[in-house]
């Protein structure tokens, strides 16, 4: 099976490129696929900053209360 991509609206077939063409393709993927490694590692960043943002509100909230938050929503 023929490899192919979609360049500005426009298909065209891998093996079609010229060696030149081939190498700038590669580069191309490379690039796209660590994007897309990027893009998964800020949205996991993303939700533990949110997770110790939670953890910070809930340990201030317990401090100035003196209500221990996990104790008392335990599942027990």
Known sequence: ??????????DYQIDDLS??????????????SSLDEL???HALLNRAKNAYI???KREIVEQKSGVNLDALFADD
């Open 39 to 41: 893009k998964a590692n």
């Open 54 to 56: 939670a953890d910070l």
């Open 19 to 32: 060696e030149q063409g081939k190498r700038i393709w590669s580069h191309l993927a490379l690039s796209i």
């Open 1 to 10: 099976m023929t490899k192919t991509f979609s360049l500005e609206g426009h």
